[in-house]
C-alpha cells in the first residue's frame, strides 16, 4: 500500500529538504511523486541539464526509506520553450493562442515540443532508470486536463496525417462523413481541417473525428514518452495520472497502454452526495484495467483552491474517503501535495503538511491514516473482473455500459434533445445501484459477458455491431439488460443505420422506436414553452400490460415476482415506442405520450431484455433500478444498510464506510484488516469505516 504525496522539493531551499524527509516519516509516506513540474529547473535553457539537485533530494528521499514515483516533469514546459518555439503553443476553436505564465501550454502534436519533451525523458532515463530509489515512472500530468483541445497548425498538420491512417483514401473519409451534405466533399486529404470556429455545426463525423485525434495525440505523447523509457532499460510500472470519466481521453483506449492505472479525485466537501460520484470514479478506474489494483495518485487532504468555494473537509471525510478507494481496488493514497505551496496558484491547496503546521487537524489525520495503512498485510486481488465460479449471489455484479466514443457522439450537437449530459446520466444509474449496495463495473458494451447478471445501458446512441453482438449474447445466455432511451441510433461515423433505429437490439428487445419525443429540458428557463416532463406507471395499474401490446409476446417465465414500480417522472425524452413482441411494464400516464409504452421486457433465450423510452428522475430511477436488481437476482455487498454507508467487496476484502450519516450497525463477522481484531457486528458513526477479511 503506498502512501505519500506528490513532492515538489524545487519550491523550497534544499535546508528543508531534511526535514521533509523526517517529517514524511513521521507520516507513514511511503513513496512520492517528485518533480513533476521542475522542467524549467532540470532543463534551465535548451541544450543544458541541471540534475545535481534531483540527485540529491533523490539519495535523501532513498536514505529515509521513501521510495520514488520519478516524473517526467513534461506537462509545463519552460519560457524559453515557448520564446524560441511559439509554434509549440496550443491555439483554441477560434484561433485564440494559450499564452506561457501557468501550465500545460503546449500543442500535443507539435513536433518540437515531443522533441524537447523526448530530449528531457531521454536525459531522465538514462541518469535514473536504475536508481534504487525509483520505483514508478509518472508520465506527464493529467494529459487534457486544462486543455480539452488544440487546434493550432501542428493540430491541423496531424489531423490531416491522422485521416489518412484512418481512411487511406478521401473517398472513404467523404462516405464515413456523409460530405455530399452542404457541399463539405474533400478532394485531398489536404483541404480538411480540425472543427475550427464555423459559421454553423460541424459536420459531425468531424466532430467525432476530432474526439478520436485528440484522445490519440495526447496518447502518442505519453507512447513517445513510454517508448523512451522502455528503451532506456527502465523496468519499473510506468503510469500517467487519469481524472476519472475526463471527456477528452478515452481512457479505455489508453489503459492497455499504463503497467497501472493512477487516477486523481477530488470530491467536493460541499456535496453531501459526492462519496457516490467519488464510489463511481473509482469503479471506473479499477474497470479500465481489471487485472491490476489502481493507485490513487492525487486527493486533497482537506479544502482544495479551483472550487468557487473551497470547503474543508469534515474530521475523518479524508480517511473514509481513502478508505472507499482502497475498497474499489486502490493500492495507494496518495494526495496533491506533500508541503502546502508558499507561492504560486495553488498556495491555498491543502496539503499533507498545512502551511499551518503540524499543530492541525489535517495533520493529525494525515498521520493517523499513515498508520493505519502501515498495519493493513497484503490486500486480496484480484477478485473482481474475474469469473468465480464460487462467488456467492452477494458478488453478482452488475454492469454499467460507459464508452467514450458514445459519450462524445451523443453529446454533439442537432439532436432531438440537445441537453444531454451523458456522466450525468450514467451516474444517476449508478447512484441508484449504489445506494443498494451493489458491486458495478462500468465498462465497454462489448465487455458485457457472463460474469454480470445485470447490464444496464443507458443512452448508448453510438452502438458498434460488436456491442450489439455482446448484449445480444449475454442476454441469450441468461442476462438481464435493460437499455435506453436513445439507444443504438447511429454506426461509428454517427450516421443513422438502414432500417430505422434500434436496427440492432429492436429485435432482441422485441420493440419498434419511431421517434424521440424530446421534452423541454429541467433546466430550462421557467419562461420556456412546452412539455417539461412525461409521468410513467405499471401498465397494470394504468389499465392493464395486454391493453398496450400490440402483439402478443410470449409472458415472462420463472421471473421473480415484482414489486410495482409506482408512478415517475420522465424527463428529457418521451420517446415513441411500439411494443412488436414484448410486454409493456410500464406505460406513460401523463403527457403526449399517455397510454403509450415507457417500459417493455421481452424474454429472450435465457434471459431479458427492457427497453425504457425516457430519462427517469432520481427516484423513478431508484424504482427502476430496484426492479432490475429484484428480477437479475442481484445481491448486496452487505444486506440491511442505510444509504449513507456504503459497501464494496474487493475479493475476501469488504469495506464498509459511513459517509457523514446517523450511526449504523452493520451485520458482517471477519477479521479488521487494521487492527487484526476478529469482528463479529459492527457500529459505524459518522466517517467511520472498516476493512473486513471475511470469514468466506
Ligand atoms: C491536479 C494536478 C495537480 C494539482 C491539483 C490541485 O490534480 O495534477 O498538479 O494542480 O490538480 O487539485
Known sequence: MHYGADYNPEQWPEEIWPDDVARMREAGVTMVSLGIFAWSRLQPREGEFDFGWLDRVIDLLHEGGIAVDLATATASPPPWASAAYPELLPVDADGATYWPGSRQQYAPSSPVYRRLAGELVTALAERYASHPAVVMWHVNNEYGCHLNADYSDAARDAFRRWLTGRYGDVDALNR???????????????????????????????????????SDMLLECYLMERGILLAHGVT????????????????????????????????????????????????????????????LMEQASNALNWRPSNAPKAPGQMAALSAQAIGRGADGILFFQWRQSKGGAEKFHSAMLPHAGTDTRTWREVVDLGAKLAALPELPWPAEGEPDADAPATDARVALVFDWENWWAVEASDHPMNRLDHVALVQRWYRALHRRHVQVDLVRPEQVDGRYALAIAPGLYLLREAGAAALTSFVEAGGHLLAGP????????????????????????????????????????????????????????????????????????????????????????????????????????????????????????????????????????????????????????????PEHVEAARRGTLVTLVNHGGPEASVAIAGVDAVTGEPVDGLTLGAWDWALVLDAR
Open 236 to 295: 519499473q510500472p510506468i503510469t500517467t495520472n487519469f481524472m476519472g470519466a475526463f471527456k477528452p481521453a478515452d481512457y479505455a483506449t489508453w489503459a492497455p497502454h499504463v503497467d497501472l492505472v493512477s487516477d486523481d479525485c477530488y470530491p467536493d466537501p460541499n456535496d453531501p452526495e459526492s462519496f457516490r460520484a467519488a464510489a463511481f470514479q473509482r469503479d471506473l478506474v479499477r474497470s479500465l484495467k481489471p487485472e491490476v489494483p489502481w493507485i
Open 486 to 641: 436513445f439507444t443504438d441510433v447511429v454506426d461509428e461515423f454517427d450516421r443513422f443505420r438502414d432500417g430505422g433505429f434500434l436496427t440492432q437490439l429492436g429485435g432482441l428487445l422485441g420493440v419498434r422506436l419511431e421517434d424521440f419525443g424530446a421534452l423541454v429540458a429541467p433546466d430550462a428557463p421557467p419562461a420556456e414553452p412546452g412539455e417539461r416532463e412525461a409521468r410513467f406507471a405499471d401498465a397494470a395499474a394504468a389499465g392493464g400490460a395486454d391493453a398496450t401490446r400490440e402483439t402478443d409476446a410470449p409472458a415472462e417465465t420463472d421471473a421473480p415476482a415484482l414489486a410495482p414500480l409506482g408512478e415517475h417522472t420522465g424527463t428529457l425524452l418521451a420517446e415513441e415506442l411500439h411494443a412488436l413482441d414484448a410486454s409493456v411494464e410500464a406505460v406513460f400516464t401523463g403527457g403526449r405520450r399517455t397510454g403509450d409504452p415507457a417500459l417493455t421486457v421481452r424474454a429472450a433465450g435465457r434471459g431479458t431484455a427492457r427497453y425504457l423510452a425516457t430519462v427517469p428522475d432520481e427516484a423513478g430511477t431508484q424504482a427502476v433500478v430496484d426492479r432490475l436488481l429484484a428480477a437479475a437476482g442481484v445481491e448486496p455487498v452487505v444486506a440491511g444498510l
Open 176 to 214: 464515413a462523413w456523409a460530405t455530399n451534405f452542404w457541399s463539405q466533399r474533400y478532394g485531398s486529404f489536404d483541404e480538411v481541417f480540425p472543427p475550427r470556429k464555423a459559421p454553423y455545426s460541424h459536420n459531425p463525423g468531424q466532430a467525432l473525428d476530432f474526439h478520436r485525434f485528440t
